[in-house]
């Protein structure tokens, strides 16, 4: 099975973190990476909430972003 750059798995996995930050990074079995972003996009939610008092989840939503990108990128080591 491929899991290099490009793969299936990882496409799917990039859609998965661009919804929930981290849940791709679960999806490859990367616990701490998928708890890192999960909670990274929490605080950046929590920081976007208290400077703005919207519920509008800028700081949820660039983190996604980032997140997606690492989980597209991944290339499980030999």
């Known amino acids: 099975m491929s899991t290099g750059q490009g ?20 999806v490859q079995g990367r616990l701490l990476a998928a708890l ?18 919207s519920l509008l989840p800028f700081g949820w939503f660039v983190v996604s972003i980032f997140a997606a990108i690492n989980a597209a990128m991944f290339e499980r080591r030999r």
């Open 7 to 26: 793969s299936a798995g990882n496409v799917i996995a990039a859609i998965c973190s661009f919804f929930v930050p981290g849940l791709g990074q679960l």
């Open 36 to 53: 890192f972003w999960f909670l990274l996009a929490c605080v950046a939610f929590a920081v976007t909430w208290l400077i703005t008092l």
